[in-house]
């Protein structure tokens, strides 16, 4: 009697829970749950209709060699069907919200409004909408309502203008990919509150977006809560900052910054120096077109144990470059081309056998062979 109480306790309790809950069953005849809640559903195929499939708006294999190959995703998705079940949709399932849409790489061609329907998707954890064509769509501020979103990557998907401090709302970010929107501008305050706001973001990536007038200081802003930052070639000018804070890098790119262009800048010995004592987690470094002049090598020498690449091309780097490096144990990316003052040598049995690139043309380093 008592364990029969208790289950139908127990049924009680689910039957209470699920008409609670807001999960939606709508059984067929072959009793199959319809998990996607109807608006959100009727959302989706609205934006599927804002789109045109065209067999260019996703990179080509040829530009991202290691890239699956593109294919129009929301073509799976019908009325009528479980909205969850739809390819790149994923749904939370005691909710039925839809949490997660991935369409990278989809074809997709068009401009997304502020009235688009995406913007109804406020449940939305996890957003990738990379390698599609939005037409220079402007980043629309609606993108700053999915309180919830911990990952948005809306790499190389064509969308231009002034970029919308509304996304500095997304405080729950952990990565964040804008890159490769070549007319995408970001001005200095609004970096300067993405930066406070977004307090857990772990992996930054804003390469080729236009920050030409946000101030380098600007970064002693970021979280110490990252580890990837990508900022190739963003027109970044002047003194190269003080990041000696971001102790859990493991990835710094900020090549074709601070130098040899147009735009011109450097790094400060001491500042150099900070870096190399305090990033002691860091793997790959590219500072490649970063004015390092007035940097010596040698402080090159201290730079983490668990080096696996290390970019410095056209740096103007004068001076001894420190062998040590090369014994790294990990090291399997060494490139110093295009340091002409560059000097020190190198010996064949100091590598390891890890050692996949090794790039010293317009160098003054000789390799011996043993
Ligand atoms: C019932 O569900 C099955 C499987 O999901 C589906 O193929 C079928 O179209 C549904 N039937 C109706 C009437 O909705
Ligand atoms: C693409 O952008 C151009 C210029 O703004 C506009 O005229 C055109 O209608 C847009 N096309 C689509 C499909 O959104
Ligand atoms: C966001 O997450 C919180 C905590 O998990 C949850 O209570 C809330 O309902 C979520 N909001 C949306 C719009 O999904
Ligand atoms: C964003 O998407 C692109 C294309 O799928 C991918 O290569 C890149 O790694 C993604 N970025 C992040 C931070 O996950
Ligand atoms: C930071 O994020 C919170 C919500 O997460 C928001 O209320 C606040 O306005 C944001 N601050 C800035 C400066 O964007
Ligand atoms: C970047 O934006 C600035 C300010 O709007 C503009 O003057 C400059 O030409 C842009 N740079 C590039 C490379 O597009
Ligand atoms: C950090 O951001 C604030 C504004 O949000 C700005 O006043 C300050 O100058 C920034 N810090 C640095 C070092 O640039
Ligand atoms: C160096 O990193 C440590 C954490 O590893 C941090 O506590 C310290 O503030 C950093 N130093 C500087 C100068 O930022
Ligand atoms: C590199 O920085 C040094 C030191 O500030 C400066 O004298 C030199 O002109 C810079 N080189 C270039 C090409 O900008
Ligand atoms: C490298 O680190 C050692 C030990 O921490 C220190 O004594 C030395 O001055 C450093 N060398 C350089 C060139 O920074």
Not at 147 to 172: K, Q, R, V
Request: with cysteine; net charge negative.
């Amino acid at each position: 009697m008592g364990s029969l109480a208790r289950f139908l306790s127990f049924l009680l309790f689910h039957l209470y829970f699920h008409a609670s809950s807001s999960l939606s069953f709508s059984f067929n005849s072959s009793f199959s749950a319809m998990l996607c809640q109807h608006d959100q559903s009727l959302a989706l195929l609205q934006f599927k209709k804002t789109f045109s499939i065209r067999s260019d708006a996703s990179p080509r294999e040829s530009d991202f060699p290691y890239h699956p190959k593109p294919y129009p995703k929301t073509e799976s998705w019908k009325e009528g069907t479980d909205c969850c079940s739809w390819d790149g949709i994923t749904c939370d399932f005691e909710t039925g919200n839809v949490i997660g849409l991935h369409l990278s790489n989809s074809l997709l061609f068009g401009t997304i409004y502020s009235n688009n329907p995406l913007f109804f998707l406020l449940h939305l954890q996890s957003l990738d909408l990379s390698y599609n064509d939005f037409n220079n769509s402007h980043l629309s501020p609606q993108f700053g309502q999915f309180l919830n979103l911990t990952y948005l990557n809306l790499s190389s998907s064509n969308f231009g203008g002034e970029f919308p401090f509304e996304i500095s709302y997304l405080s729950g970010l952990v990565s964040l990919d804008l890159s490769r929107n070549d007319f995408l501008i970001l001005e200095t305050t609004i970096f300067n509150k993405l930066a406070q706001n977004l307090t857990q973001l772990q992996e930054l990536d804003l390469n080729f977006v236009n920050m030409s007038l946000v101030a380098p200081s600007s970064l002693m802003n970021l979280s110490s809560s990252l580890t990837s930052l990508r900022l190739i070639d963003c027109g970044l000018h002047g003194k190269f900052p003080d990041i000696s804070h971001l102790s859990k890098l493991v990835t710094i790119d900020l090549s074709w910054n601070f130098g040899i262009d147009s735009y011109g800048g450097f790094i400060e010995p001491m500042i150099f120096e900070k870096l190399v004592r305090n990033l002691t987690m860091v793997r790959d470094l590219d500072l490649s077109m970063v004015n390092m002049s007035i940097v010596a090598p040698s402080s090159l020498m201290n730079l983490s144990s668990s080096l696996s690449s290390l970019a410095l091309g056209f740096c103007e780097l004068q001076g001894k470059f420190p062998d040590n490096i090369i014994q790294r144990p990990n090291l399997q990316l060494l490139d110093l081309w295009g340091n002409e003052h560059l000097t020190g040598s190198l010996t064949r049995h100091n590598w390891k056998n890890s050692l996949r690139h090794l790039d010293l043309s317009w160098t003054k380093i000789p390799v011996y062979l043993d």
